[in-house]
């Protein structure tokens, strides 16, 4: 009988969650611009005056990473020599100041290879100024937020979970709480506008003013062109394998807790000599705000569809993962998370309640584990055994359309949890896997293993796997009743067949589960010869070490 918490957890994903995650979709921006207002007013100040007592060595990037050196401007004799002669004198260097199309205007002049601009034509900045200084024997980039203590926090929290991660980001420097400033390193590489401004795209703001073609517009219809315009000739500039890694760089912010990314190409560094992508201005994101699942999940969805505009790619969101199941012709029912099911609701809703509160209690700890999933279908347990920790599932499965459904399944998992799943389908039979070498595992899940136990390759099979993997769980259905009518037939529907099945072939039966409402019963074996692969290593190296030594 289905207990209460697991009868309400069911209609609440069945019933209450969808309509939820529909009314946050459709409301959760006026409760967000309440939420930033508060951020802004009250989070922002506490965590600022917090932030100011603390030892600014602990803010800093740790380790410190390669400074950019003054000769690497390409500056010209005379204004380099200038330079040198201020530097020896004074502590802090202003070099120029960045203007809001990226330009830097110097007294200098022309800096190396920096787009430039003249006093005349320089366009200021609308919220922040953002200087190129040299400090020491270092040039660094100075972002002055102007007394905007939320702007402020914002980035420097965000700049510090980044280069904790080690994710591609310019690194925190120096933090001065008095004048609301921050120094950071100065990647000496491309912005991504500029060159596709150099392509032929009409990008940068005083292009735009200039141009007869975008006067009277919009401000909606503008932003629309622009990015078309520079989406039109991308692919002559970055490769599919930068906008890949772009993408992993936005994943792993959202996985931090960072978001909205503030995604546009004025926003895009190319790195020297790397190529590879990096982000910078992070004045927007928000890692203080309390905004909940629900509406943090509203604002990925908003970094992801900004992706898909600017570089054409087609990452999920809450709609195209909705969109995509309803299109789905279901091998089983599965309710995938954030209020979406394939199939039909209830019965994913039920199936999923049934492994909360009765399924996974009856396992062994698959924390930190590498399990194999025979006939896998299309991923409903590869999918929990991953939420329950494992570090890798690789799934079997023969039918292409489970395979196919399966890999799906996984991206729309990640997409509702915010998470990355290692899960590796294989288009294969169980019966293959005698011919495959797949590696050692430390769980076998195998739910059906023992549907036809009569058949004599079952034996095979499982003689196979006590080769290949310490625990094997495998379903029996010990609901069936024993049939008498056919010679033979009560050792097929016996209980007691399938452990004897399994002592025969080189397990050894740990563990019997109760039956589960109608999902039948588990049985856990371990297998009998199995010797741990770490065990294994030291013989080897012990071995090794008495070879040398003679």
Same mark, same amino acid.
Request: glycine share 8%; aromatic share 10%.
């Given at each position: 009988?289905?207990s %209460?918490?697991? %009868?309400?957890?069911? !209609?609440?994903?069945?019933?209450?969650?969808?309509?939820?995650?529909?009314?946050?979709?459709?409301?959760?921006? /006026?409760?967000?611009?309440?939420?930033?207002?508060?951020?802004?007013?009250?989070?922002?100040?506490?965590?600022?005056?917090?932030?100011?007592?603390?030892?600014?060595?602990?803010?800093?990037?740790?380790p410190?990473?390669?400074?950019?050196e003054?000769?690497?401007?390409?500056?010209?004799?005379?204004?380099?020599?200038?330079?040198?002669?201020?530097?020896?004198?004074?502590?802090?260097?202003?070099?120029?100041?960045?203007?809001?199309?990226?330009f830097? %205007?110097?007294?200098?002049?022309?800096?190396?290879?920096?787009?430039?601009?003249?006093?005349?034509?320089?366009?200021?900045?609308?919220?922040?100024?953002?200087?190129?200084?040299?400090l020491?024997?270092?040039?660094?980039?100075?972002?002055?937020?102007?007394?905007?203590?939320?702007?402020?926090?914002?980035?420097?929290?965000?700049?510090?979970?980044?280069?904790?991660?080690?994710?591609p /980001?310019?690194?925190?420097?120096?933090?001065?709480?008095?004048?609301?400033?921050?120094?950071?390193?100065?990647?000496?590489?491309?912005?991504l506008?500029?060159?596709?401004?150099?392509?032929?795209?009409? !990008?940068?703001?005083?292009?735009?003013?200039s141009?007869?073609?975008?006067?009277?517009?919009?401000?909606?219809t503008?932003?629309?062109?622009?990015?078309?315009?520079?989406?039109?000739?991308?692919?002559?500039?970055?490769g599919?394998?930068?906008?890949?890694?772009?993408?992993?760089i936005?994943?792993?912010?959202?996985?931090?807790?960072?978001?909205?990314?503030n995604?546009?190409?004025?926003?895009?560094?190319?790195?020297?000599?790397?190529?590879?992508?990096?982000?910078?201005?992070?004045e927007?994101?928000?890692?203080?705000?309390?905004?909940?699942?629900?509406?943090?999940? &509203? !604002?990925?969805?908003y970094?992801?569809?900004e992706?898909?505009?600017?570089?054409?790619?087609?990452?999920?969101?809450?709609? &195209?993962?909705?969109?995509?199941?309803?299109?789905m012709?279901?091998?089983?029912?599965?309710?995938?998370?954030?209020?979406?099911?394939?199939?039909?609701?209830?019965?994913? /809703?039920?199936?999923?309640?049934?492994?909360?509160?009765?399924?996974?209690?009856?396992?062994?700890?698959?924390?930190?584990k590498r399990?194999?999933?025979?006939?896998?279908?299309?991923?409903?347990?590869?999918?929990?055994?991953l939420?329950?920790?494992?570090?890798?599932?690789? /799934?079997?499965?023969?039918?292409?359309?489970?395979?196919?459904?399966?890999?799906?399944?996984?991206?729309?998992?990640?997409?509702?949890?915010?998470?990355?799943?290692?899960?590796?389908?294989?288009?294969?039979?169980?019966?293959?896997?005698?011919?495959?070498?797949?590696?050692?595992?430390?769980?076998v899940?195998?739910?059906?293993?023992?549907?036809?136990?009569?058949?004599?390759?079952?034996?095979?099979?499982?003689e196979?796997?006590?080769?290949?993997?310490?625990?094997?769980?495998?379903?029996?259905?010990?609901?069936?009743?024993?049939?008498?009518?056919?010679?033979?037939?009560?050792?097929?529907?016996?209980?007691?067949?399938?452990?004897?099945?399994?002592?025969e072939?080189?397990?050894?039966?740990?563990?019997?589960?109760?039956?589960?409402?109608?999902?039948?019963?588990?049985?856990?074996?371990?297998?009998?010869?199995?010797?741990?692969?770490?065990?294994?290593?030291?013989?080897?190296?012990?071995?090794?070490?008495?070879?040398?030594?003679?």
């Open positions: 009988m289905m %209460f918490s697991c %009868f309400f957890h069911t !209609l609440w994903i069945w019933l209450v969650v969808p309509r939820l995650v529909w009314v946050a979709r459709t409301t959760g921006w /006026a409760l967000l611009q309440l939420l930033y207002r508060f951020e802004n007013y009250v989070v922002a100040p506490i965590w600022f005056a917090a932030l100011r007592g603390a030892d600014e060595r602990r803010l800093v990037s740790h410190c990473p390669p400074s950019v003054l000769e690497s401007l390409g500056l010209e004799p005379h204004p380099l020599s200038v330079l040198k002669a201020k530097a020896a004198t004074e502590p802090r260097v202003e070099i120029g100041e960045f203007d809001q199309d990226g830097l %205007f110097s007294e200098l002049g022309p800096i190396g290879s920096i787009p430039s601009t003249t006093k005349e034509a320089f366009l200021p900045r609308a919220r922040s100024s953002v200087k190129l200084v040299l020491g024997d270092s040039v660094v980039v100075e972002k002055d937020f102007r007394g905007s203590k939320s702007s402020f926090v914002r980035e420097l929290t965000a700049l510090r979970r980044l280069n904790s991660a080690q994710c /980001a310019p690194a925190l420097l120096k933090v001065d709480f008095k004048k609301c400033t921050l120094s950071m390193t100065f990647s000496n590489g491309k912005v506008r500029e060159e596709l401004a150099k392509a032929g795209a009409v !990008l940068r703001d005083r292009d735009v003013a141009s007869p073609e975008y006067r009277g517009e919009p401000e909606r503008l932003r629309l062109r622009r990015i078309a315009a520079g989406k039109k000739v991308l692919r002559r500039v970055v599919d394998e930068f906008v890949q890694k772009l993408y992993r936005l994943q792993d912010a959202h996985l931090m807790g960072m978001t909205p990314m995604i546009k190409y004025g926003n895009v560094i190319i790195e020297k000599p790397s190529g590879d992508p990096c982000l910078i201005d992070f927007g994101a928000c890692p203080l705000l309390p905004c909940g699942r629900f509406l943090f999940s &509203l !604002l990925r969805d970094d992801t569809k992706f898909n505009l600017h570089f054409g790619t087609h990452h999920l969101t809450y709609f &195209l993962v909705r969109k995509r199941l309803k299109q012709k279901p091998t089983s029912d599965i309710y995938v998370g954030g209020g979406l099911s394939l199939g039909d609701g209830w019965r994913a /809703a039920y199936r999923y309640g049934r492994w909360k509160y009765f399924t996974h209690r009856n396992l062994p700890a698959l924390e930190g399990v194999l999933n025979l006939n896998a279908g299309n991923g409903f347990h590869a999918l929990q055994i939420r329950l920790g494992a570090t890798q599932v690789v /799934a079997l499965e023969s039918d292409a359309e489970s395979v196919k459904q399966g890999r799906f399944i996984k991206q729309a998992a990640e997409w509702a949890d915010n998470r990355s799943y290692d899960l590796k389908y294989i288009q294969m039979g169980s019966q293959d896997l005698l011919k495959e070498d797949l590696g050692w595992f430390d769980v899940f195998a739910p059906t293993c023992l549907d036809k136990p009569g058949d004599g390759s079952v034996g095979g099979l499982i196979h796997l006590s080769t290949i993997a310490k625990i094997l769980v495998c379903g029996y259905d010990a609901g069936r009743e024993i049939e008498l009518t056919k010679r033979g037939s009560w050792q097929n529907r016996s209980p007691h067949h399938p452990s004897q099945l399994l002592q072939h080189g397990f050894r039966v740990c563990g019997l589960s109760a039956p589960c409402l109608d999902e039948g019963a588990f049985i856990i074996a371990e297998a009998a010869g199995f010797v741990p692969m770490s065990e294994i290593k030291s013989h080897i190296n012990g071995s090794s070490a008495r070879e040398r030594a003679r």
